[in-house]
């Protein structure tokens, strides 16, 4: 089978940015924004075309579904260590492919609306394309420094659109910080990218991940610290997917990057670009599991299940509806983690890995939708705070079912999407790890709540006078939520563990009904504690709150994480270390290059006379040339 | 003479007989119509440089060895005819506008011609006679176009310093070759090859003989007459001397030093050595102060004929693929310079740094080639200069002279700044009273869009490089 035609799929809106970028003055903006969804649709055609292609017309073989690559030699290091450019087919890429494709057709038309009179419309548009190509290139990448390359261009993209209305100082502050803190955490990802290859001599995904492979099979001969390098190097590498998917403790910019237009959230901050994470574990999962034991799988497991703990906390006690949603995100990515570092590799015992990808999928649509809504409220009501919001569901019929929908869905309530792949989940940790199990079960009462908290408060609650009446999205916003609808109730039924699983063979999942019952039990908990106090105007929220009294207050401010990071950033690093360096810097260093540049400069002026414009100088100068060289070359420097 | 001889030389033949031509049209041109020279001039040279494409070239010699040509040879005279291309196209209308109502538009070009076809003769030539008479012949044409604008002084006075100098050089030359001759015996060079040693009289002829082959390339220093010829010419003679004559001169230089010095090298690599960094130095070194556009360009092209010695200092196939490469990189960027210099100054009149402040406001288009051609000049990357100058640095770091790379890099970094000079006058400076727009005429925009085209090809399209260093082979 050839899947060669698969390199368009990033292709397309490379060319839709280049266009856009180029001739962004001379093109009318009703013109860019069909621009971009038709390059976008095109993209999202061959994707769905792919993976129809993948999983039903090409045969299994030995039951296992095949890999593809296709890829050319872009640099060569060594004669044995080469860095690639290529696309490499395999079940999650072409997942990824699916979810990328559709979230990103669904912002680009509803930017279509949302964005409409801005400015820079047409530069958005250019910017998703950017970004479109940028992380298809991260899904479709055949080694670790082609994804390496695309992770860094996901960055920037983040980076330009939190950034896009630069104007505010706030979005810039918050762009800077995302992308620094991303950085940062990148850092180690390259230094593990580095020694895998140093070690295992090979960048390539196929190779590092085949069980009996060499570098799998090698991890035991070198050791560092009491633990094999490529353990070391796996941790460093799961630093650089932390930062991108926000865990705790380098979760601090996600928040924050909600100063971005609300699609832009929608796309990059919950639905595609922060599971780049999940999707790198996933991507070296086989290097996970197998090396010193899964002892690094281990720390992506507790990171995973803390960081969904300690963000679902936070957003029970957040105003900003916007933060609630990130907050929301990190802990659902949490939950991936989570799920991914519980796993086995063959057949069932691979429910852990099955079941992150499962809810990778799921959740993409649900919580795009949930951004979404979040947008077309925010759009009615021009604020992002829930103070402004109450009883909209008079205004906004749309917004409010599918919101209902997706609120249902990430609560876990059945038959909606949510519920299949968090009951995976569940299943997973209750097999592996009880202490993960129950952290992820008090995790899904939580989401319940606070996300039926949110709902409640838009929807209902009081009934704000309005000086706008507010009225309903314009069809390019409430197509994609009602779109984003309909998919948050089916895609749960898509029997997901027959197509991706570890070992690419596929399984036969079954619900597990006790647990099943179990989850969806405290999820309707959680909604019902939530019904109490929010459903109607009441001050019980107010007493509890007071009754928690510092916990709350500490909860409110996310743990004063933001005030560590400044405490050490600015009165450690820049004053203690950057400051004297600076100073070193600029006096000496800077010192010693002007002291260069000036002296050239007055070298320059004194010799300026030689040249005086007589033709006698002139010859002087020439005769005398050829007299000092052949002093010189004839007596002094004989040979 | 055979037909196989006549295409072996149809470079030479074809070139005479199109300046004949042109003298013997001039006549039955009408007076009112003397314009229309230029149109066949430019014409006859299109056509010329087509046939110089022509795959018939192929290794030979011809009368007795006076003559020789090879692949590489052929590959270098017809990058030679598109810089003279180039060149003609962007003096077009100064010839139309001001030198043919004086009545002096077909001699600029027969001049022009034998000037060329005296560098055909010398890189072809195969003993030292023809070398000579090469030499003379591209020279004297050139002092004549020099002081063409005779109008002015300044022109008059450029025309007398090209002469003398040139004068003074090739008598020095000329000694050198004497001496070489005394010692072996033979003005031929595959005879002189053989019998050609180390010792101090054969030192002191090359010497003399390096010295006046020096002047023509301007290195230091042998250079001073190149600022005030290029300051007082007209513009298209300064690019003429600045990249056509000086690219003709490295090669028959680099081709000399490889064959019939070969066994000299251990001398004359370190004379190479010497002269490159004095060279760039002193180039740079005043190409800083420098306001006059021309003469700025002046001492840039001085300066970057010391980084072109970096390439001939390696001594093998790859100096020989990386100079013809830079040359040819080289020329392209100067004529595009000197393009929009001459462009300028045909239209207004200012030559100085200051006049360009606030340029890009007026004229974009002009601007942008501008700061193509001096990123070219400095080797910003991925422009053609960059692969030039990192091809160059490592021809030589090949062979061991990490030092010279190392002041040679020193140079890049001064050079940067005054190119940006330019730049920062053309881009960033206010000017209350900047060159209005204008829109050049058709040739003018045909040469400087060529230069450009050439500028972005040859950095980006690689196996352009891979066919040249297989061309070099001939040399080793």
Do not use: C
């Amino acid at each position: 089978m050839n899947f060669n035609y698969v390199i368009l799929i990033p292709l397309i809106p490379l060319a839709v940015f280049l266009l856009l970028g180029i001739f962004y003055k001379k093109i009318k903006p009703a013109v860019s924004g069909y621009i971009g969804v038709f390059g976008l649709l095109t993209s999202t055609v061959l994707s769905y075309y792919t993976a129809f292609q993948y999983f039903f017309v090409q045969e299994k073989v030995d039951g296992v579904y095949q890999t593809f690559v296709s890829k050319t030699t872009w640099m060569n290091f060594t004669d044995t260590l080469a860095i690639d450019m290529g696309i490499l087919i395999d079940p999650i890429s072409v997942m990824m492919l699916i979810v990328v494709s559709t979230i990103s057709l669904m912002v680009h038309i509803y930017s279509r609306g949302y964005m409409k009179g801005d400015e820079g419309y047409t530069k958005f548009f250019a910017f998703l394309g950017l970004f479109s190509f940028s992380m298809f290139g991260l899904v479709l990448a055949t080694n670790l420094f082609q994804i390496y390359i695309f992770w860094e261009l996901v960055g920037v993209s983040s980076f330009l659109l939190i950034g896009y209305y630069y104007t505010k100082p706030s979005a810039v502050a918050a762009s800077k910080k995302a992308f620094i803190v991303t950085r940062f955490a990148d850092l180690g990802f390259l230094i593990g990218i580095l020694i895998v290859g140093y070690y295992t001599g090979t960048y390539d995904f196929e190779t590092l991940n085949n069980p009996e492979g060499n570098a799998i099979l090698s991890w035991a001969s070198t050791s560092f610290m009491g633990l094999s390098v490529l353990t070391w190097a796996l941790i460093l590498i799961f630093i650089g997917g932390a930062g991108k998917s926000a865990m705790f403790p380098l979760h601090i910019w996600l928040p924050d990057a909600m100063e971005g237009p609300t699609p832009v959230s929608a796309l990059i901050h919950a639905a595609t670009m922060v599971v780049a994470g999940v999707y790198l574990v996933a991507r070296l999962f086989p290097m996970y599991y197998f090396v010193e034991d899964g002892f690094a799988l281990n720390v992506v497991a507790y990171v995973g299940g803390f960081s969904s703990l300690f963000a679902a906390i936070i957003a029970v006690t957040q105003n900003d509806i916007k933060r609630v949603l990130a907050f929301s995100t990190m802990s659902q990515l949490g939950y991936m983690m989570m799920a991914l570092g519980v796993s086995g590799y063959d057949g069932h015992e691979g429910v852990g890995y099955m079941a992150s990808m499962f809810h990778l999928f799921t959740h993409a649509m649900f919580k795009a939708l949930l951004f979404l809504g979040a947008g077309s409220v925010i759009h009615a009501v021009h604020s992002n705070y829930l103070k402004d919001m109450g009883g909209l569901r008079k205004y906004m019929p749309i917004t409010n079912i599918t919101f209902l929908i997706a609120a249902l869905a990430i609560s876990g309530v059945p038959p909606f999407a949510g519920f299949w792949s968090k009951d995976e989940i569940l299943v997973a940790a209750f097999e592996h790890n009880k202490l993960l199990y129950f952290v992820g079960l008090f995790v899904a009462g939580l989401t319940a709540f606070y996300m039926f908290r949110i709902y409640f408060g838009i929807f209902w609650g009081k009934d704000t006078q309005y000086k706008h009446a507010p009225h309903e999205s314009p069809i390019a916003m409430t197509f994609p939520l009602m779109f984003l609808g309909a998919l948050s109730v089916v895609v749960g039924l898509i029997p997901f563990s027959e197509f991706v699983t570890a070992d690419k063979a596929g399984f036969v999942a079954h619900l597990n009904y006790p647990l099943a019952a179990i989850a969806v039990g405290v999820g309707v908990v959680g909604i019902i504690l939530s019904y109490i106090f929010y459903k109607k105007e009441n001050d019980l929220a107010e007493k509890f709150s007071k009754a928690f009294g510092v916990f709350y207050k500490w909860t409110f401010n996310k743990f004063y994480f933001d005030e560590i990071y400044l405490f050490v950033t600015r009165k450690i690093i820049f004053n203690r270390i950057s400051a004297p360096i600076a100073y070193f810097d600029k006096k000496y260093v800077d010192g010693f290059m002007e002291g260069m540049g000036n002296k050239t400069v007055v070298v320059s002026e004194k010799i300026k006379g030689i040249q005086s414009g007589k033709f006698q100088d002139y010859a002087f100068a020439f005769l005398a040339g050829f007299v000092i060289l052949a002093m010189v070359f004839i007596y002094l420097w004989t040979k | 003479m055979n037909l196989s001889s006549f295409l072996i030389m149809r470079h030479e033949i074809l070139l005479l007989a199109i300046a004949l031509l042109l003298l013997v049209a001039e006549i039955f041109i009408s007076k009112n119509k003397k314009g229309s020279i230029v149109h066949l001039a430019i014409f006859l040279f299109g056509i010329h440089t087509v046939i110089g494409f022509l795959p018939l070239g192929e290794t030979s010699i011809l009368f007795g060895g006076m003559f020789q040509t090879n692949n590489l040879i052929h590959f270098f005279k017809n990058v030679l005819n598109i810089g003279v291309f180039i060149l003609l196209l962007q003096s077009a209308d100064w010839i139309q506008e001001k030198i043919v109502e004086q009545e002096k538009g077909t001699e600029f070009f027969v001049l022009l011609f034998f000037s060329l076809l005296g560098m055909y003769f010398m890189i072809s030539s195969g003993d030292f006679l023809m070398f000579y008479l090469g030499l003379e012949l591209s020279t004297l044409p050139a002092a004549a176009l020099a002081a063409y604008e005779t109008s002015k002084r300044i022109s008059s006075e450029a025309g007398i310093k090209l002469i003398l100098s040139a004068a003074l050089a090739s008598g020095v030359s000329l000694f050198g070759i004497s001496l070489l001759y005394a010692t072996s015996g033979s003005i031929y060079f595959n005879e002189i090859i053989e019998v050609i040693s180390l010792n101090n009289l054969t030192i002191l002829g090359f010497i003399l003989f390096f010295t006046g082959l020096s002047f023509k390339i301007s290195l230091v220093p042998f250079h001073f007459w190149t600022a005030d010829v290029y300051e007082g010419a007209p513009i298209n003679v300064s690019s003429y001397l600045s990249v056509i004559s000086k690219g003709a001169a490295t090669f028959i230089l680099m081709i000399l030093l490889f064959t019939v010095f070969k066994s000299l090298m251990p001398v004359w690599e370190n004379i190479v050595y010497v002269v490159a960094l004095a060279t760039m130095f002193i180039g740079n070194l005043f190409a800083l102060r420098q306001q006059n556009m021309k003469r700025f360009l002046a001492f840039s092209s001085i300066a970057q004929a010391g980084f072109i010695l970096l390439g001939l200092i390696a001594g093998d196939q790859l100096g020989t693929a990386t100079v013809v490469y830079f040359v040819m990189i080289y020329i392209f960027s100067n004529l595009a310079a000197f393009g929009v210099v001459q462009a300028i100054s045909l239209k207004t009149g200012k030559e100085t740094m200051d006049d360009y402040n606030g340029l890009y406001r007026t004229n974009p288009n002009l601007s942008l080639i501008m700061m193509l051609a001096l990123f070219s000049l400095a080797g910003i990357p991925p422009i053609a200069g960059f692969f030039g100058k990192i091809f160059l640095f490592t021809a030589a770091a090949s062979k061991g002279y990490y030092l010279l790379v190392f002041l040679a890099v020193v140079n890049v970094t001064i050079s940067l700044y005054y190119y940006l000079l330019v730049i920062r006058a053309m881009f960033i400076r206010q000017n209350e009273n900047p060159i209005p727009y204008f829109k050049n005429k058709l040739y003018m925009r045909l040469g400087l869009l060529i230069t450009v085209i050439g500028i972005l090809v040859l950095g980006l399209y690689s196996p352009l490089y891979d066919y040249i260093y297989e061309l070099s082979s001939v040399f080793n």
